[in-house]
């Protein structure tokens, strides 16, 4: 079976974990501060913050950013469940908004529509390794003085107009989950330029600790490991690899898979794509129904997943509370299809998993 995810973890890592443990320093020190200042390095000289999980560093951004109740934040429909319970975890109100049909990533008139007097912020997700439109975005939240975040999680080493994904937002928040273009086993980051935001999420992570035992405000216990940094750190050095890879399979994909009811991904001018999903959608004209196909490739040894089988604003959690309208999101959760892209496969796995789809024609 060819696994539609698995992280590229080699010799390097493994001799990294062990110095490590062997160090007996295992819990946050050394080796997490030294991923923090690469890490931001790599995101264009930021500052960085390393956290437990992605949904940690979300979470410990919007309190930095000062989200509390009352207030709301705009979040696209169509992303994991996580860029909107950060929201809630606030105590604020995720408002969900619809995306872009062609690129899945929130659509500005959508956000225009949502945007209220309590509104406090915007979490923009660069979905499936695509940045979203981060200019329109960040104008409307300077237009009304809102926060801007940048959900990064699926998009390390993805390029906006020459510049990394993660610097431009008031704060930039990654995952470092097993199927994510890097990983550190679990983890996440928080990206900024601001001190006072950067100094805000150090205390939020560690205890609301000033300094030791001298808690200031409420904060939780979000830190990484030097276990997990360790990992992260030689990551690091292989995500352009890996990600060129991706982009290669990617490619193999987007040639071959000419095929009517089948649509393979945009890639916006001035971007770059780090395929953190190859997504196709799966229309009406193909011959089977998404969910057949996920059948059919199964049967066929190939590995395939739905990015996401729904909206976040029909998940029970929320429905009872929304009226969202995000006819674009639904869409897309009846219809979209991930295939294997990570840096895992050859491009012959990819030939062979075109040749696979090209046979159902
Ligand atoms: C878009 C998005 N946001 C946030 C998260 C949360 O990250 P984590 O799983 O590391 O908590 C994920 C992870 O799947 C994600 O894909």
């Given amino acids: 079976m060819i696994p539609v995810a698995a992280p590229c973890i080699g010799k390097e890592e493994e001799e990294a974990v062990i110095a490590v443990l062997r160090s007996k320093m295992i819990a946050s020190g050394e080796v997490v501060s030294r991923f923090e200042e690469e890490f931001g390095r790599y995101i264009n000289h930021s500052s960085a913050v390393a956290t437990s999980s992605g949904t940690s560093a979300l979470h410990a951004a919007l309190l930095a950013l000062g989200m509390k109740p ?3 934040v705009i979040v696209p429909s169509f992303t994991f469940i996580a860029t909107a319970t950060a929201v809630s975890m606030c105590g604020a109100t995720p408002v969900m908004a619809d995306v872009h049909n062609k690129t899945f990533t929130l659509d500005p008139d959508s956000v225009m529509e949502s945007v209220s007097s309590k509104t406090k912020g915007i979490i923009g997700v660069h979905l499936f390794g695509q940045a979203c439109d981060i ?18 999680a699926q998009a390390h080493g993805a390029e906006y107009h020459g ?3 993660g610097s431009y937002g008031d704060a930039g928040c990654f995952s470092f989950y097993p199927t994510k273009n890097m990983t550190t086993g679990e983890g996440g980051m928080i990206t900024g330029t601001d001190s006072g935001f950067i100094e805000r999420c150090r205390r939020i992570i560690n205890h609301g600790q000033k300094e030791r035992y001298l808690h200031t405000i409420l904060g939780y216990n979000y830190r990484m490991t030097n276990m997990s940094a360790a990992i992260g750190r030689v990551q690091l050095t292989k995500l352009e690899r890996m990600n060129q890879v ?3 399979n990617a490619e193999i994909y987007s040639n071959r898979l000419r095929i009517p009811g089948i649509v393979t991904p945009v890639c916006l001018d001035g971007s770059t794509h780090v395929y953190h999903q190859y997504a196709i959608l799966v229309l009406d004209e193909f011959p089977l129904p998404r969910d057949g196909l996920v059948e059919y490739l199964d049967r066929n040894g190939v590995g395939s997943a739905v990015h996401y089988p729904l909206p976040v604003h029909r998940q029970p959690l929320y429905k009872e509370s929304m009226n969202a309208r995000c006819p674009v999101s639904e869409w897309l959760s009846e219809n979209i299809l991930s295939l294997p892209v990570h840096p895992g496969i050859t491009a012959d796995d990819c030939e062979k998993i075109c040749s696979c789809l090209l046979e159902v024609n």
């Fill in 246 to 248: 991706r982009q290669r």
């Fill in 70 to 72: 009352e207030d709301e």
């Fill in 135 to 152: 200019h329109a975005l960040s104008q409307i939240c300077e237009d009304h003085s809102l926060s801007f975040i940048e959900d990064c």
């Fill in 163 to 165: 510049k990394k994904v």
